[in-house]
C-alpha cells in the first residue's frame, strides 16, 4: 500500500471513464423515487475507480475500470435501491449504434453516409453519445473528426472494428454497409479483369514497361539482363531502405508511432490520437519518453520519423 501511495496516488480519470460514471448516476438517479441517491453517490463512483485504478497499479482510470466500480456499486445497493444499473462505454455504444444504423440502411440508401452524418443520427438515437461527442466543444465542431477528437476516435475504431463498412468516397468520407458476400463477390470479380491485373488493381504487380530503345553497348546489355532476373526474383535493388520507407509513408498517415516497438519489431502501435499514445507508453513502457529528441534517438537506436519534437 505504501509503494500504490507513492507512485500511483491520485490517478486521473479519461473522458470516457467519467461519461460511463455520469451516465450511470443519471440512470442511478432517474430511478430514484425516495430521494435516496444523492449528489455524493456520484463522487463515491469516482472514489471507487480511482481507489480500483491504484490497486491495479495504474495511473489512468479508463472506461473498464469505471465500469468495474459501477457494476460492485450496483450489486451491493440493489437491495435498497431495487435495481441494477449496466454502465456502458460511451465508444462502444456509439460504434454499436453506427454498425446497427448503416447495416439497417444499407438497402435504403445506395449512396451511403458522410461521417458527419453518421453521427448526428447516432446522436438523435443515444443520449449518452450525445452527451460525450458534444461535451466542451464548439456547435460548428460537433462533428467534425479533425477539430473533435471524441469523434475521431468513434470513426478510427468504428473502421477497424467492422470490414463490411467501405469508403465509397473520399471528399467528403463517405461510408456504406457492404456485406461480406458482396465484397467477396466484387474482389473476384476484379481480380479476373486482366486489365485490372495489369494495372496493379487486382494484384500489386503492376504492368511491365517496356523498353523499345536498344541498348548501344554490352554494358547496357547486361544491366538489363541484371534488372530482369531481379524483377523474376522478386528482389528489390532497395530493399536495404524498405523498412525506412514503410516508416516514412507511415509517419504520414499517422499523427503518433511508437518508436519502442518499431524498434522491437512488434506490432506496430499507430494512432492520430494524443491521448491514446501517451496512454500506449504509460501502460508498455513506462519510464519512457513519448517525445524523445535528437540524443534520446541517438541513445537508444531508434529510428527518426522527422517530427518537431526530434530536433
Not at 455524493?40 to 497499479?57: E, Q
Not at 458476400?181 to 494495372?199: A, G, I, N, R, V
Not at 534517438?297 to 530536433?311: K, S, V, Y
Request: charged share 30%; with cysteine.
Amino acid at each position: 500500500m505504501i509503494y500504490i501511495k507513492q507512485y500511483y496516488a491520485s490517478p486521473k480519470l479519461t473522458e470516457e471513464a467519467l461519461s460511463v460514471i455520469n451516465e450511470a448516476y443519471l440512470e442511478f438517479k432517474a430511478h430514484d423515487g425516495y430521494n435516496m441517491v444523492p449528489l455524493r453517490v456520484h463522487n463515491l463512483l469516482v472514489n471507487l475507480a480511482k481507489a480500483r485504478a491504484m490497486l491495479l497499479f495504474k495511473k489512468i482510470v479508463d472506461s473498464d475500470i469505471a465500469k468495474s466500480a459501477v457494476e460492485y456499486y450496483s450489486k451491493i445497493s440493489q437491495n435498497y435501491l431495487g435495481r441494477t444499473v449496466e454502465p456502458r462505454d460511451p465508444i462502444e455504444e456509439a460504434i454499436l449504434e453506427c454498425k446497427k444504423f448503416l447495416s439497417e440502411s444499407s438497402h435504403q440508401n445506395s449512396f451511403g453516409y458522410t461521417e458527419a452524418q453518421l453521427l448526428e443520427r447516432v446522436c438523435q438515437i443515444s443520449r449518452q453519445v450525445d452527451r460525450y461527442i458534444k461535451s466542451g466543444v464548439s456547435k460548428k465542431d460537433y462533428f467534425d473528426k479533425a477539430n473533435n477528437k471524441r469523434a475521431r476516435y468513434i470513426l478510427e475504431r468504428l473502421r477497424v472494428r467492422y470490414s463490411e463498412i467501405s469508403v465509397v468516397s473520399k471528399r467528403p468520407v463517405t461510408l456504406k454497409w457492404i456485406p461480406k458476400l458482396q465484397l467477396k463477390t466484387e474482389s473476384h470479380s476484379d481480380l479476373s479483369d486482366s486489365s485490372d491485373l495489369w494495372y496493379g488493381e487486382g494484384t500489386i504487380e503492376k504492368k511491365p514497361t517496356m523498353n523499345l530503345k536498344s541498348p548501344n553497348s554490352q554494358s547496357e546489355i547486361e544491366y538489363s539482363d541484371y534488372k530482369q532476373t531481379q524483377n523474376v526474383l522478386g528482389i528489390s535493388q532497395e530493399a536495404g531502405s524498405e523498412r525506412s520507407e514503410r516508416s516514412r509513408l507511415s509517419a504520414i498517415e499517422y499523427d503518433y508511432i511508437c518508436y519502442i516497438c518499431v524498434k522491437n519489431q512488434k506490432r506496430r502501435f499507430e494512432t492520430n490520437s494524443k491521448d491514446v499514445y501517451q496512454m500506449h507508453y504509460i501502460q508498455k513502457h513506462p519510464g519512457m519518453t513519448a517525445y524523445p529528441g535528437k540524443a534520446d534517438l541517438e541513445l537508444h537506436g531508434w529510428e527518426p520519423q522527422n517530427r518537431e519534437w526530434e530536433l
